[in-house]
């Protein structure tokens, strides 16, 4: 299974913008980037997911490297809810084990 | 809108005794997983399924069952609990695929004395 490394924290001020990082030395081909984050007493939630191209939405925007081997995860504008625990997992293709595992995460803390 | 519905909400057992976490989702999804989640750590894959009569195994399946006979259930049996397994459980689903959104339910803590 390919795995994902993330600083176990990390902090940022309001307003200001944070770039969370995640490395995917082993990705495959096919393997799909996704980032959840987990706020504090709540279920994950889904941010976003990419292949090769950057992508954004609402929430955030991932950057993912040429080489595919690392992304990161853009908040543009850290506000004191998005202080939560954000992961970064690689789900495989149907015909091989298609499960996510989610690993530590990263600790945002967003200092007012 | 229902999404991913678990219960119980809260669950007490003794050492020993067996019960089952109930998922149920009403978005026709193929893919439905367990996790757990024990205090400051992340998830931990249990059991996934990637459609009806299909499941296997994923990180941390020992002392637990798992049957998939309807797309919308996905129950999940502890067989004689221990404390260990004193956790709190996520349920969650999503299309099969590399693209799926997982949904999560709210959870079910339980403790096991």
């Known amino acids: 299974d390919a795995k994902t490394t993330q600083p176990n924290s990390m902090e940022s001020n309001e307003e200001e913008p944070v770039h969370l990082p995640c490395n995917h030395s082993t990705i495959s081909g096919t393997d799909y980037i996704h980032w959840y984050r987990q706020l504090p007493s709540q279920g994950p939630e889904y941010v976003i997911h990419g292949l090769t191209s950057n992508v954004n939405n609402r929430m955030a925007s991932l950057a993912i490297a040429e080489d595919r081997k690392s992304s990161t995860l853009i908040l543009h504008r850290a506000t004191l809810r998005d202080a939560a625990v954000y992961y970064c997992i690689l789900r495989e293709p149907f015909y091989n084990n298609n499960d996510m595992r989610f690993g530590a995460g990263t600790r945002l803390t967003v200092k007012p | 809108n229902a999404g991913v519905t678990q219960t119980p909400k809260f669950q007490v057992l003794k050492t020993g005794q067996s019960m089952t976490l109930q998922c149920a989702q009403d978005?026709?999804?193929?893919?439905m997983s367990w996790y757990r989640q024990d205090p400051g750590m992340g998830l931990r894959l249990i059991h996934y399924?990637?459609?009806?009569?299909?499941?296997d195994q994923g990180e941390v399946p020992n002392g637990y069952n798992v049957s998939r006979s309807t797309t919308e259930d996905f129950p999940l049996r502890l067989l004689s609990a221990a404390p260990s397994q004193t956790s709190v459980y996520f349920c969650?689903?999503?299309?099969?695929?590399?693209?799926?959104?997982?949904?999560f339910g709210e959870g079910s803590r339980l403790t096991v004395l």
């Open positions: 399924s990637v459609g009806a009569g299909i499941t």
């Open positions: 978005m026709n999804h193929e893919y």
């Open positions: 969650a689903s999503s299309t099969s695929g590399t693209t799926g959104e997982l949904f």
